[in-house]
């Protein structure tokens, strides 16, 4: 059975009118990404609200020889929704379009935020299989960049679209799925906005279920002796190393036939807000100011929390709030990979100047068919470095990419890295195929910047 919420629009620019897209005059505000490393100054914003309205936006826009770049929420490291032309932004293409039970998938607007996707498939009793640990995003900036957690068998955001709704440079717009322009949904399901404006997605998903989650302290060596275990023996692991410690926290997700027993408010404050950001926060702040002061801030923080186990919905055990911000770096390794480069990137801090208060992260993800995913055609391990806000994180990012190129490492679309096209090729088995679809749909970069420039060539 099909609940059908919303409508989609119409199928070239020329039958819509642009009425909702109404854009600002020149001299737009700034555009600033979540952690403030990347901005921009649009010469023109939109805020369309069908695919009928972006469509003759960029139409509009392409005639006046600007380019246009859709952003969502700025979560993204990089500057991939960066412009000095049209930019789109998302709060008027959200809500949820329909809901397809005997298919078990949902469709809703691209600038949907994944809290406002996660809140409305519990009102259905749905859940998607697997996700990141923020919220915040919009659906279409996290497929679009590769958002993915931890999973055994489950893999990224990315990998769980059915659908997309896109509108290309010409503006067209176009329905995609494996059954309908299947190279166009191949490549747009983790497309960096290179193909297009995505309007529309349709997940997988399926009747809500529980996770149990268990989070442990646990000596490194433990962690990386019996790594190979803790994954095969859990749907969802993950670990944070602090650096210049031994110390490690765990994180193990499985299904649950329950009952629920969510972490009790006062238990969750402390754990999540008042230790995870509060406390940390005020510690980061006083690495900055004092960089000597960050083995011992290391410790604190990785004594600071403790075991507990609690049963809840999914996006509730999935994500966790992030309020202190940081600049990051993530890349995925053959899974097999893994252990070597994190070796290898403790003996690079043990041996430097480095300072680093900030974890590192390692999570896994199955193999999928996506070109451009980081864990196309092969079983991945994920290592994320982080820096807090305004400390330098050159010297360190750069030590760290030099390890995880040497493992074979592919850099996450939408953090921090310094490779390029010629680098990207040859790391992505179908990358020709990817470009070429990009050059049949936007032969005149409607949809390109900088940052597509290099990581995607000309």
């Not at 649009?42 to 960029?58: F, H, K, S």
């Not at 926060?281 to 000597?292: D, E, I, N, Q, S």
Request: hydrophobic content about 40%.
């Amino acid at each position: 059975m099909t609940e059908t919420t919303g409508t989609t629009a119409g199928t070239k620019a020329g039958t819509s009118a642009a009425r909702a897209s109404s854009p600002r005059a020149a001299g737009s505000p700034p555009w600033r990404n979540w952690a403030g490393n990347v901005s921009a100054r649009p010469a023109r914003t939109a805020a369309p609200a069908t695919a009928g309205e972006v469509a003759a936006a960029v139409v509009r826009a392409a005639s006046d020889g600007l380019k246009v770049k859709a952003a969502g929420t700025g979560h993204s490291f990089t500057a991939a929704a960066a412009t000095d032309g049209l930019l789109l932004r998302p709060e008027r293409l959200t809500g949820l379009r329909a809901v397809d039970r005997a298919a078990g998938t949902v469709t809703v607007g691209a600038g949907t935020t994944l809290r406002q996707l996660n809140e409305m498939l519990s009102a259905h009793g749905l859940s998607l299989a697997n996700m990141g640990d923020i919220m915040e995003q919009t659906v279409s900036g996290a497929v679009s960049t590769g958002t993915h957690g931890t999973g055994r068998t489950s893999a990224s955001l990315s990998a769980q679209v059915r659908g997309l709704e896109l509108v290309t440079a010409d503006g067209s717009v176009l329905a995609c799925s494996a059954d309908e322009n299947p190279e166009v949904f191949a490549a747009a399901r983790l497309g960096l906005g290179a193909l297009g404006v995505i309007t529309a997605l349709t997940f997988a998903v399926e009747p809500e279920f529980l996770l149990r989650a268990r989070e442990e302290p646990m000596p490194l060596d433990r962690v990386t002796a019996e790594f190979d275990q803790l994954v095969a023996e859990n749907e969802h692991f993950e670990f944070y190393w602090f650096p210049h410690t031994s110390s490690c926290v765990t994180k193990r997700n499985n299904r649950s036939a329950g009952p629920a027993a969510p972490p009790g408010r006062i238990g969750a404050f402390v754990e999540d807000e008042l230790l995870s950001n509060g406390l940390f926060g005020a510690l980061c702040a006083v690495g900055r100011a004092v960089p000597a002061a960050i083995p011992g801030i290391a410790r604190i923080a990785g004594r600071a929390l403790s075991a507990r186990t609690y049963t809840d919905v999914p996006y509730k055990v999935f994500t966790s709030p992030r309020r202190v911000r940081f600049l990051e770096m993530e890349y995925a390794l053959p899974r097999e990979a893994a252990l070597p480069a994190l070796r290898e990137l403790r003996a690079a801090i043990e041996r430097s100047r480095l300072r680093v208060a900030f974890p590192v992260e390692v999570r896994t993800a199955p193999a999928d068919d996506i070109p451009l995913s980081t864990a196309s055609g092969r079983e991945t391990a994920y290592i994320a470095v982080h820096m807090y806000r305004g400390t330098p994180y050159q010297a360190y990012f750069r030590a760290a990419e030099q390890i995880m190129t040497a493992h074979g490492g592919r850099p996450h679309w939408g953090k921090l890295h310094s490779r390029d096209a010629g680098h990207l090729a040859a790391a992505y088995p179908r990358f020709e195929e990817f470009t070429a679809i990009r050059d049949r749909l936007d032969p005149q970069r409607v949809f390109g910047n900088d940052y597509l420039r290099r990581v995607l060539g000309a």
